[in-house]
Nanobody
């Protein structure tokens, strides 16, 4: 079955960096557009970044642009989110998502990112 497993979250000071990973299995990872979302306490889940199947096209939210970099390694069936210059407002649970051709969404369990001094 489809599995998405995020890792790499943790506690970091403002201005610090983290790299999140999302390992996919049970589906054709190399032909799937993939997404990073986040959900802060009391807020709706929001799209952070997306990456096309080949990695040739990426998109970012305004808050992520210039600080975060999405990438993927299809040989490892893994997607990444490099997050730099982290701010307390980036504190959230970060999720990866795969959407199928017919619109079904599959989510990972999430990884907690806390930015605090």
């Amino acid at each position: 079955q489809v599995q998405l497993v995020e890792s790499g979250g943790g506690l970091v000071q403002p201005g610090g960096s983290l790299r999140l990973s999302c390992a996919g299995s049970g589906f054709p990872f190399s032909s799937s557009t993939m997404y990073w979302y986040r959900q802060a306490p009391g807020k709706e889940r929001e799209l952070v970044a997306s990456i096309s199947s080949t990695g040739g096209t990426t998109t970012y939210s305004n808050s992520a642009k210039g600080r975060f970099t999405i990438s993927r390694d299809n040989a490892k069936s893994t997607m990444y989110l490099q997050m730099n210059s982290l701010e307390p407002e980036d504190t959230a649970v970060y999720y990866c998502k795969r959407r199928t051709w017919d619109g079904r969404d599959y989510w990972g369990q999430g990884t907690q990112v806390t930015v605090s001094s």
